[in-house]
């Protein structure tokens, strides 16, 4: 290809020098030159046909290596963001998930071993010790990965600060409670106030901006790559134009290299349009199946944990604190949390409660299993509520303790049974996204490389199709 | 979470009691002022009930201001509706058997209604799960006198907004839950005799330079108070200390251990208990204003009430080696209220 160019070329090097020794003046006449120049030029690519096969020629292999590029680089581009979404946004949001069903879990438990008293099993402080010491360990992480976002740093820090805080008022609750003083129970309460009102809307905060990030990285996975495909189908059509223009020029049906050349356009075209599609369905996939329902199945269960802490509390508050119009502010929490739960007190969760969607979401029989197991728990735990709280309301303290924090058929069990239901739901949601995202991974895998080989192979063809037509002018 | 304390805002009866607590200091240096006001009072009876009892044994040695205070809080008649001017005033005591008392007797247990969050007066010792304090000891000796037996008790820990519902429904016998007896409340039930009198003090961490609520020493301090609470309306009133306000009046004890307010204003009783878990915190200055604590029964159980003013005689009775002083002793006495007697009954029949 280069070859006819230089026959072409001579005539300017050789009057370049001249031009130049005119001097300032000769500045007009240089640029008079350079257009005389251009003229010959464009003469000879575009009057002769040799010249305009060359043209063609050397477009036509620009058009596929550029498509070539367009590709390699938007699918590179995709399959990072699906690798973002599989390697890090994932994870640190699921982290984020952790850190705040961890801290939500450590408040409830924190009540329920307050109650129990001098008689708190080991289990339950060993549960409340792993709940802090689990979001101690991702606090740490969670600092180590978070990278730029001021707002996430933001709520690092005001955990990493305020959870030593809570722990020790915590400690001071188990301490005047051992001593029998009612202060343990004031301690308790205002610990769980900093609990809900500075830790867990912090660590929401934080879950939400990892979900946000989660979110962006999934759109930029599946955003369909336009430019790649505008360029392929030009290339195509250019393709397609120059040999329809051979053929009625000189009657010639095939041209090999030109077919090759389509062929290899073909090819990638179809397997950018498969591969991502592969791609976005199956990410689409883990997106509805995975990342959605481990948020909504999170978020069933950290109302789960509200409401028991919210009824435990109300057995360490006796009454104690009450909303403005009178009522048992801690009833009325329990109830809040129920509602986003489950709704009603129906046999079914509500249209639109966080079981409900818990539901619809989930995948397969083994997917719905534990949510449905979920759902009978907290029938039962509602039953067990109404006559916890029946036997408090009427006075009967003694008897509304042990229907919350006893072994068996207490609501604490209950609350237990959904507790490790969702948790189940939570690992197999978990096992369903990673399956789906690392088949999306996989579809695009190859295709970066794929479609750069191929678009250099497309344009070598192109260049060898059309200097075989070249060299039939000779 | 806006919510209020085991002792809610006494309403009208409050102000009342606050403001004739003021008229009482202007008036203290006069004891005879006092009982001019009480003779223009529009019921005579009350007047002739109330200076024949004069100041209780044992209430001359140092404690004026609340010597006076306590019939000037019967003094305001003019401010206040014609039938009540003495909210405190019972029915004389009798041990006859009415229907209530019958239906107790039958039942072979008393039903109690009481408070299981304040400390010495009703709450659940964590050690043991039971309840205990100087409410319960009251209950307990009821039960004695009607049932014989202190055990023959059973006890309902109902919350301060159940206490009214709780004794019209018939759910409980009384109710002994540190309740004060208010204007409004007496529409509502009835009282027996005061078995207790408080008023509203600060208390401080020992070694605090803050001395009273009305000397300067307050001044640009942090005060905590429970929401809606009578202490609350008094620091309204004073406007030169910063408050904090807290669901219930306990929570403020945590707010001063952690050092988040400088003092707190509470009812005496329920600042003892407070005194009680902490050493490092006393009662400082006066009381200022004057609340009675009684035992609330149905209204229509009259004979209950008159059974229950019996009980409270026999409970005052002994100097002090009574039940009621060894009950304070037990319970109470490490806060130094500086009470050296129980309150004296009064009787409006």
């Known amino acids: 290809m280069s070859q006819p160019l230089r026959t072409a070329a001579p005539p300017g090097p050789g009057r370049g020098p001249g031009a130049g020794q005119a001097g300032v003046p000769a500045r007009g006449s240089e640029r008079a030159a350079w257009r005389a120049q251009f003229a010959r030029l464009r003469t000879a690519a575009t009057r002769t046909e040799p ?145 809900r009102e500075d830790l867990l809307p912090a660590a929401r905060r934080l879950y939400e901006a990892e979900r946000d990030r989660l979110e962006a990285d999934y759109a930029d996975a599946e955003e369909l790559p336009w430019a790649a495909i505008a360029v392929g189908l030009l290339a195509l059509g250019a393709l397609g134009w120059v040999q329809r223009r051979a053929f009625l020029r000189t009657n010639r049906v095939f041209d090999r290299g030109l077919l090759a050349a389509t062929a290899s356009t073909l090819v ?18 883990s997106y509805d199946h995975g990342a959605k329902s481990l948020q909504v199945i999170g978020m069933a269960r950290i109302s789960a944990l509200q409401a028991h802490g919210a009824e435990s509390l109300s057995l360490v508050a006796r009454g ?14 329990y109830g809040r949390d129920m509602r986003d739960l489950f709704g009603g007190t129906g046999d079914a969760p509500a249209a639109g409660s966080l079981l409900d969607r818990a539901k619809s979401l989930a995948d397969g029989a083994d997917g719905r299993a534990p949510v449905t197991e979920a759902i009978d728990g907290v029938r039962d735990w509602q039953r067990r509520h109404a006559a916890a709280r029946a036997a408090d309301v009427a006075g009967d303290y003694d008897r509304a303790l042990p229907q919350v924090i006893g072994e068996r058929d207490s609501t604490g069990a209950s609350f237990d049974h959904v507790d490790t239901a969702l948790r189940k739901a939570l690992d197999h949601e978990k096992d369903d996204f990673r399956r789906a995202a690392d088949d999306g991974r996989g579809a695009l895998t190859g295709l970066a490389a794929g479609a750069g080989v191929l678009a250099v192979l497309g344009a070598a063809a192109v260049v060898t199709g059309i200097g075989r037509r070249l060299s039939e002018y000779r | 979470m806006h919510a209020r304390t085991t002792e809610t805002a006494h309403t009208a009866h409050t102000t009342q009691t606050a403001r004739s607590a003021r008229t009482a200091r202007t ?30 044994p044992g209430r001359t040695d140092g404690r004026p201001a609340t010597a ?79 049932l014989g037996d202190p055990d023959k008790v059973t006890f309902l820990a109902i919350p301060t907004n159940q206490r009214i519902p709780a004794l019209k429904s018939g759910k409980v016998d009384i109710v002994a839950r540190t309740m004060s007896i208010s204007c409004d409340r007496i529409k509502e039930v009835a009282f027996s005799t005061a078995y207790f009198q408080a008023g509203q003090q600060l208390l401080v961490p020992k070694g605090s330079t803050i001395t009273g609520i009305d000397d300067d020493s307050l001044t640009g301090r942090k005060v905590c108070a429970a929401a809606g609470s009578t202490a609350e309306a008094e620091l309204a009133k004073r406007a030169s200390a910063k408050v904090t306000t807290v669901p219930n009046q306990l929570d403020c004890l945590v707010r001063l251990q952690l050092g988040q307010v400088d003092a707190i204003l509470t009812d005496n009783a329920l600042g003892a208990g407070q005194a009680a ?13 004057t609340e009675y604590y009684g035992v609330a029964v149905n209204r229509g159980s009259e004979d209950l009430v008159r059974r229950v003013n019996a009980v409270l005689d026999d409970y005052r009775a002994g100097g002090t080696s009574s039940p009621w002083m060894q009950a304070y002793r037990q319970w109470l006495a490490r806060a130094d209220l500086g009470i050296t007697a129980p309150p004296e009954p009064k009787y409006r029949d």
Not at chain 2, 28 to 51: E, I, N
Not at chain 2, 117 to 138: C, M, V
Request: proline share 5%; with cysteine; hydrophobic share 45%.
């Open chain 1, 51 to 195: 010249g305009r096969l060359r043209v063609i020629g050397a477009a036509l292999a620009a058009l596929l290596i550029a498509f070539g590029a367009v590709t390699a680089w938007q699918v590179t581009d995709r399959a990072r963001a699906a690798d973002a979404v599989v390697e890090r946004s994932e994870p640190l949001s699921a982290a984020a998930a952790d850190i705040y069903a961890s801290l939500a879990d450590a408040d409830t438990t924190a009540a329920t071993g307050f109650l129990a008293g001098a008689k708190e099993t080991r289990a339950v402080r060993q549960r409340y010790e792993k709940d802090i010491a689990t979001a101690s360990q991702l606090l740490v992480k969670a600092a180590a990965n978070t990278g730029g976002s001021p707002a996430e740093r933001r709520q690092i820090a005001t955990l990493n600060e305020r959870l030593p805080v809570y722990t020790g008022l915590v400690e001071q609750a188990r301490a005047d409670n051992r001593q029998g003083l009612p202060l343990g129970g004031a301690y308790l309460r205002y610990a769980s106030d900093r609990m």
């Open chain 2, 277 to 289: 878990q902490d050493p490092s915190v006393v009662l400082v200055g006066k009381p200022f204003t």
């Open chain 1, 320 to 333: 104690a604190v009450l909303t403005d119009d009178g009522k048992d502010a801690y009833e009325e929490g």
């Open chain 2, 68 to 146: 006076a205070a306590r019939p000037a809080a019967a003094a305001a008649p003019a401010e206040r509706a014609a039938d009540c001017t003495d909210p405190e005033a019972s029915l004389r005591p009798s041990t006859a058997d009415g229907p209530a008392v019958r239906r107790i007797k039958e039942r072979g247990r008393l039903i109690a209604g009481v408070d299981q969050n304040s400390y010495r007066w009703g709450y659940r010792d964590p050690a043991t799960g039971k309840l205990d304090g100087f409410d319960i000891a009251l209950v307990r000796a009821v039960a004695k006198a009607i």
């Open chain 1, 268 to 285: 990638v075209l179809v397997w950018l349009g498969v591969g991502h599609g592969l791609a976005r369905a199956e990410l689409e996939d």
């Open chain 2, 27 to 56: 008036a203290r240096t006069v004891f005879g002022a006092t009982v001019a006001m009480v003779v223009t009072c529009a019921l005579a009876a009350v007047a002739a009930l109330l200076l024949p009892g004069g100041g209780p």
